[in-house]
């Protein structure tokens, strides 16, 4: 009898076993199901203040909508890159920029997928104009970064400074560089101004990591590349670490008169997987007041 009463509570440990294992195995699924197929494809809006003392007063309420590293052929695809355009139309940009990583390595990107960015990227709009840069993995298919972005309207910016004006004749500058893989920004073209004075200096860099050296030089850097550590863990940050990108994973960074703001970007790499870490573009306010 008592044999029998043993067995019984074996097997009902057994029992409580096999079905937590089978919960947790649930969980884990469900867990990974959500990481890959559901939050990659959710594409939300960030919209951020920045204020700065130099800036002209014609800039005030001045919009800038900032997209980065699509990776276009992983978990961006066509559903996706038309998800990013309607955001940003409905941001309705005065200044539109990308900061890079427009394909992925993973992908052989055919004429079909040429086709359908430079259709779909033409029909971003932005009312005082479209620039960008190119990332480490647009050197992949460099002459088709640059027929797609000329095609879908936007100037590539390869160590160059031009003025933005905006109501008035006053300007504010933005400046552009390659990735730094490639070994080909020049820091001293990329701020050469073709008017003298102290005039509100943004750059576009895809690697956030160059922000040390041209903090002196610049009031805003805007750079994507980190993908946010794509799986980000509360009080620990991205679990996904990159060269080039320092401390600076995503989000703000402010050092004296300089700011730093690290896109999470849109797509993946290595990793077809996010969590924590909505992929997004970020729309800033340009301000001269608190």
Avoid: C
């Avoid at 905006?166 to 990735?179: A, H, N, R, V």
């Amino acid at each position: 009898m008592e044999e029998e009463v043993v067995i019984q509570e074996e097997k009902k440990k057994l029992g409580f076993l096999a079905k937590f294992l089978l919960l947790l195995v649930g969980l884990i699924l469900i867990l990974f199901s959500y990481m890959y197929f559901l939050e990659p494809k959710i594409i939300v809006t960030h919209e951020v203040a920045i204020i700065h003392s130099s800036l002209p007063d014609s800039f005030n309420g001045f919009k800038i909508v900032q997209f980065s590293d699509i990776h276009f052929g992983r978990t961006t695809n066509e559903n996706e890159v038309k998800t990013v355009v309607q955001e940003i139309n409905l941001s309705k940009p005065d200044l539109l920029v990308f900061t890079g990583d427009l394909f992925d390595s993973y992908i052989n990107l055919s004429d079909d997928n040429v086709n359908f960015l430079k259709e779909e990227l033409s029909k971003t709009t932005a009312t005082i104009g479209k620039y960008a840069i190119r990332g480490d993995s647009d050197y992949l298919y460099t002459d088709k970064y640059e027929e797609i972005m000329q095609a879908a309207g936007f100037t590539i910016l390869d160590n160059v400074n031009v003025p933005i004006y905006y109501k008035d004749t006053t300007p504010i500058f933005l400046s552009g560089i390659p990735s730094i893989t490639q070994g080909a920004q020049d820091l001293t073209k990329a701020f050469a101004k073709e008017t003298e004075g102290n005039f509100y200096q943004i750059l576009l860099t895809h690697e956030p990591i160059i922000w040390k050296q041209v903090q002196p030089k610049t009031n805003l850097v805007l750079a994507g590349h980190s993908l946010g550590g794509l799986v980000r863990i509360p009080f620990i940050g991205g679990l996904i670490k990159k060269d080039n990108v320092g401390d600076y994973e995503v989000g703000k960074f402010e050092n004296g008169d300089s700011l730093l703001y690290v896109s999470n970007g849109i797509g993946t790499e290595n990793l077809s997987l996010r969590f924590f870490n909505t992929p997004s573009i970020t729309l800033y306010r340009l301000y001269n007041y608190e």
